[in-house]
T-cell receptor, first 113, second 112 residues
Framework: DTAVSQTPKYLVTQMGNDKSIKCEQN?????MYWYKQDSKKFLKIMFS???????INETVPNRFSPKSPDKAHLNLHINSLELGDSAVYFC????????????FGSGTRLTVV | DAKTTQPPSMDCAEGRAANLPCNHS???????VYWYRQIHSQGPQYIIH???NNETNEMASLIITEDRKSSTLILPHATLRDTAVYYC?????????????FGKGTKLTVNP
């Protein structure tokens, strides 16, 4: 019974395509996040939503658009994919006001060819 | 913009204690010390966090110096499955809009 689940686990696509990654958490957390881990293994936050409201939006190209239909889901849509978008994308959730740790999903490895 | 400094790598013998140091000399009074780890090809995993008192849970112990400028994560009996990158992070506990910023971490290798 996975707490934070992402789909797909692997995604290979051509440059210029549009793709989406889905994330769902069953922990009842209020806050969800998207992180990107590049080839050098640096983990960087991209977005954060709290109760469907965007609260963190780092310097990310407009081609990336998060969508949160409800507080259990945070999807990431990427338009016009570029080679540099190849990375592992991690979804996470937390109950922010309790100071507990984040729970991460297992990641989506995106390869743009 | 990570506020912590960690050694890039460490080795530990299986069954021995692994002591991972972290410097956070600019930590503020309301900031907690969090530890996460990332096992190869998996998502980061929360380990433990603390403010000023030492903390222990089923995974590890966290020792924070009295001046709070450094801390040590202790894995009491390291196993091969503890081989991972360990991240020390400081942030306010009541997260809200405060993001979790990962540095480069320490790559711990547990050897048989």
């Amino acid at each position: 019974d996975t707490a934070v689940s992402q789909t797909p686990k692997y995604l290979v696509t051509q440059m210029g395509n549009d793709k989406s990654i889905k994330c769902e958490q069953n922990l009842g957390h209020d806050t969800m996040y998207w992180y990107k881990q590049d080839s050098k293994k640096f983990l960087k936050i991209m977005f954060s939503y709290n109760n469907k409201e965007l609260i963190i939006n780092e310097t990310v190209p407009n081609r990336f658009s998060p969508k949160s239909p409800d507080k259990a889901h945070l999807n990431l849509h990427i338009n016009s994919l570029e080679l540099g978008d190849s990375a592992v994308y991690f979804c996470a959730s937390s109950q922010g006001d309790r100071g507990e740790g984040y729970t991460f999903g297992s990641g989506t490895r995106l390869t743009v060819v | 913009d990570a506020k912590t400094t960690q050694p890039p790598s460490m080795d530990c013998a299986e069954g021995r204690a692994a002591n991972l140091p972290c410097n956070h000399s600019t930590i503020s009074g309301n900031e907690y010390v969090y530890w996460y780890r990332q096992i190869h090809s998996q998502g980061p995993q929360y380990i433990i966090h603390g403010l000023k008192n030492n903390e222990t849970n089923e995974m590890a112990s966290l020792i924070i110096t009295e001046d709070r400028k450094s801390s040590t994560l202790i894995l009491p009996h390291a196993t091969l499955r503890d081989t991972a990158v360990y991240y020390c992070i400081v942030r306010p506990s009541q997260g809200g809009s405060e993001k979790l910023v990962f540095g480069k971490g320490t790559k711990l290798t547990v050897n048989p």
